[in-house]
């Protein structure tokens, strides 16, 4: 199996800090490393996603960077919210192939206010 | 309203006894999923299909089996032989790009054993 290792399986900030969420990947031949957000009860959904042609991405206060050589990227969540508070999932997969998608093993954040 | 349906939202299974769940997508996704979770193991894959009439196992299959007869379609059933059934289950459809690969998932379905 391919495996997408995660860290740390939880986590707690106040508001306003900076959760940070880690992931490490075997397999060299992906190439897409997206994050999905789940709420309480619901279905996870994408959150950010970076291709490895760049060594980050920013969409408002979320920012994944990516490390190809240490095959590891991370999420960053600045002005962390009480709102943010969620389970968090990074993936990894090969496009075009339509390959699966391999899921690491989840972030619990919680933001106190 | 385009996306991925789930039924029921909760389910009760007795000992023995097999059920089914279902999933259905309008997004005309020609792959469609099935992952199983549990709290700290992440999403783990028990069947895919790329395209109607075919499926292929993934990870867990064991105690599971599915069917693809339309492409909007893609029923789970969870058999007795599966032993440790209670869990959340997650359908999900992708949209496969030149670029990314994007998964919409359904609301899931909380299946307990009593």
């Known amino acids: 199996q391919q495996q997408v290792k995660q860290s740390p399986q939880s986590l707690i900030v106040q508001k306003g800090g900076i959760s940070i969420i880690n992931c490490a990947y075997e397999?060299?031949?992906?190439?897409?490393f997206p994050w999905y957000q789940q709420f309480p009860g619901k279905g996870p959904a994408l959150l950010i996603a970076?291709?490895?042609?760049?060594s980050e991405k920013k969409e408002g206060r979320f920012t994944i960077s990516f490390n190809k050589s240490a095959k590891q990227f991370s999420l960053h969540i600045m002005d962390s919210q009480p709102g943010d508070s969620a389970t968090y999932f990074c993936?990894?997969?090969?496009?075009?192939?339509?390959?699966?998608?391999?899921f690491g093993e989840g972030t619990q954040l919680t933001v106190n206010p | 309203d385009g996306g991925i349906t789930q039924s029921p939202k909760y389910l009760f299974r007795k000992e023995g006894q097999n059920v089914t769940l279902s999933c259905e997508q309008n997004?005309?996704?020609?792959?469609m999923y099935w992952y199983r979770q549990d709290p700290g193991q992440g999403l783990r894959l028990i069947y895919y299909?790329?395209?109607?009439?075919?499926?292929q196992k993934g990870d867990i299959a064991e105690g599971y089996s599915v069917s693809r007869e339309k492409k909007e379609s893609f029923p789970l059933t969870v058999t007795s032989a599966q032993k440790n059934p209670t869990a959340f289950y997650l359908c999900?459809?992708?949209?496969?790009?030149?670029?990314?690969?994007?998964?919409?998932f359904g609301q899931g379905t909380r299946l307990t054993v009593v």
């Open positions: 993936a990894a997969s090969k496009v075009p192939s339509g390959s699966r998608l391999t």
């Open positions: 397999n060299t031949a992906f190439d897409y």
């Open positions: 970076i291709r490895p042609d760049v």
């Open positions: 997004l005309n996704h020609d792959a």
């Open positions: 299909s790329q395209i109607v009439n075919d499926f």
């Open positions: 999900a459809s992708m949209r496969q790009g030149a670029s990314a690969t994007e998964a919409f």
